[in-house]
């Protein structure tokens, strides 16, 4: 079986297991036209349920929980898995695991997560677009830590010996894709907010190494940023639905998967046996069925207006 590595990044509240949630949930309805199917293992599958029924059972009126200590204000790395394998079958062909890593590691276990960031294929960057927008972006970088993350990249994404790819994926973001004009405000944001982040990965040395995208999450599709209360100087987002009958409706949570399967086939298409891809190349290689499944499903990714490819388009497109 072949593993493949996700780095998630954020803080706590950020809503990365809404991501992950609403990216198992709305896959089955994106992929339905595909041979693919993606199964949740091991505990991974109750959490996403839990996870599953909170988002389905969301109040009218609700208030995001604050974000605190970091990136995460958890103690322990998070581990997430999926099996990627062919529909009606019973093997598992690729396991994709997202990691969440404690913020309390940045600063007491950098070289372990050094070492992970470098072994992982793609890291994924959840960035609270409430925080970044509201209010002139008062409270982004106490909440997105914007500077700790840029720094995790500046001390693990040097010398790369294989191609990286690096998702932005706004989340809580309903409120900023209701039109082109909102969408692009939060483009720009992302891409000012973010300049030192870019600015390093867009050097000489990674340019042509590192893809970037920034493809916008509606986790639950039905709920809109109403207002911020701050409570002891600390903000609490409160949203709130259209209406009492709004569903759990998420959009746009399966472009990160579609990036991240468009970014592993494109280096089976090089056919060159870049450090951990080496294992990318015998599997597809051996199972052509598989690989034209997930042609199929990267595909889409070009039909996604919200999304954009901020730099690496040749280590992306698939013929």
Not at 130 to 154: C, K, Y
Not at 223 to 235: A, H
């Amino acid at each position: 079986m072949t593993e493949i590595k996700i780095t998630m990044l954020g803080p706590s509240s950020v809503g990365k297991t809404s991501l992950l949630t609403a990216m198992y949930e709305q896959f089955k309805d994106v992929a339905s036209g595909t041979r693919l199917q993606l199964t949740p293992v091991g505990d991974s599958g109750i959490l996403l349920q839990d996870r599953l029924s909170e988002l389905k059972n969301l109040p009218d009126t609700f208030t995001s929980i604050k974000a605190e200590g970091g990136i995460s204000n958890s103690n322990k790395v998070s581990v997430f898995k999926f099996d990627l394998g062919k529909r009606g079958k019973n093997n598992s062909l690729l396991t994709l695991q997202f990691l969440d890593y404690p913020g309390g590691y940045h600063k007491d276990k950098q070289e372990y997560l050094t070492q992970q960031l470098t072994e992982c294929v793609a890291v994924l960057v959840a960035i609270d677009a409430t925080a970044l927008m509201e209010e002139g972006g008062r409270w982004h970088d106490s909440v997105n830590r914007p500077q700790q993350i840029t720094e995790l990249f500046e001390n693990t994404y040097i010398n790369l010996d294989s191609p990286r790819l690096v998702i932005l994926a706004p989340v809580k973001c309903e409120k900023y894709l209701q039109d082109s004009e909102s969408l692009r405000k939060l483009h720009k944001a992302i891409r000012e907010s973010y300049k030192n982040l870019l600015n390093h990965l867009r050097s000489e040395e990674l340019l042509t190494k590192v893809a970037v995208v920034v493809t916008p999450v509606q986790t639950v599709g039905s709920v809109f940023f109403s207002r911020i209360d701050v409570i002891e100087e600390s903000p609490q987002f409160v949203f709130r639905k259209p209406n009492a009958a709004a569903k759990y409706n998420p959009k746009g949570s399966e472009q990160p998967l579609r990036y991240l399967l468009s970014f592993l086939l494109k280096r089976y298409d090089e056919q060159r046996a870049w450090g951990f891809f080496k294992l990318i190349l015998a599997l597809l290689n051996r199972d052509t069925e598989f690989k034209d499944a997930i042609r199929q499903f990267t595909f889409a990714c070009v039909r996604d207006s919200s999304s954009e490819v901020v730099q690496g388009q040749l280590l992306l497109t698939v013929d």
